[in-house]
């Protein structure tokens, strides 16, 4: 079975970018990667997802390698609002049933 | 603000009995997805319903169940309720069943078996 694996904590200082990496050396061909964040007493929130290719929006850039056995989510200037637990997810579609997998997540602090 | 309504904010109850967690999705939204958040656990996905059907399941012990009604807001029941129930359930929405859709998480029901 898939699995993904994330360091446990991080800690980057405001301004500089931060570079959160997921280990998912049991990916298959028709997994997506996605990540999201909790941030303090709050539900996860949508950062961003990808299948192969490298992508980028308006909250952060998510880099997958080329055999997707890693991939790297990129906030490019942390803020102190970015301060959450940010979780590797696995999602695809096995014999019509969606699968979800999830990392245990990286905890993020933001330095002032 | 997601979107997705969840009631009861908390919960407490005791040892054997059965509680029911409400989840609105947002509006247009077919898919529902439960999970739950439990401190030695981390995130772990339940069970999906879309249109009323369920369309996969994760890590649900027998003892809960759920339905997605016709106005496509959900149910979660847990019962015989044990202290490692305690835990903070998350609903989340989507708009339809593929994996590329985001889904919106609501605030979640904190649960407190004693």
């Known amino acids: 079975d898939a699995k993904t694996t994330q360091p446990n904590s991080m800690e980057s200082n405001e301004e500089e970018p931060v570079h959160l990496p997921c280990n998912h050396s049991?990916?298959?061909?028709?997994?997506?990667i996605h990540w999201y964040r909790q941030l303090p007493s709050q539900g996860p929130e949508y950062v961003i997802h990808?299948?192969?290719s490298n992508v980028n929006n308006r909250m952060a850039s998510l880099a997958i390698a080329e055999d997707r056995k890693s991939s790297t989510l990129i906030l490019h200037r942390a803020t102190l609002r970015d301060a959450a637990v940010y979780y590797c997810?696995?999602?695809?579609?096995?014999?019509?049933?969606?699968?979800?997998?999830f990392g245990q997540g990286t905890r993020l602090t933001i330095n002032p | 603000d997601s979107g997705v309504t969840q009631t009861p904010k908390h919960l407490i109850t005791a040892t054997g009995q059965r509680v029911t967690l409400r989840c609105s999705p947002r509006?247009?939204?077919?898919?529902v997805y439960w999970y739950q958040q439990s401190l030695d656990q981390g995130l772990q996905f339940l069970i999906q319903?879309?249109?009323?059907?369920?369309?996969a399941k994760g890590n649900i012990l027998e003892r809960f169940s759920a339905q997605q009604f016709p106005d496509l807001h959900s149910e979660l029941n847990l019962s015989s309720l044990e202290l490692g129930d305690s835990a903070l359930y998350f609903c989340?929405?989507?708009?339809?069943?593929?994996?590329?859709?985001?889904?919106?998480f609501g605030p979640g029901t904190r649960l407190l078996v004693l």
């Open positions: 319903y879309y249109n009323g059907e369920e369309r």
């Open positions: 049991t990916i298959s061909g028709t997994d997506y």
């Open positions: 990808g299948l192969t």
């Open positions: 989340a929405s989507s708009v339809g069943r593929e994996v590329q859709e985001t889904q919106y």
């Open positions: 509006s247009g939204d077919l898919s």
């Open positions: 997810i696995l999602r695809a579609i096995i014999q019509g049933a969606q699968k979800l997998v």
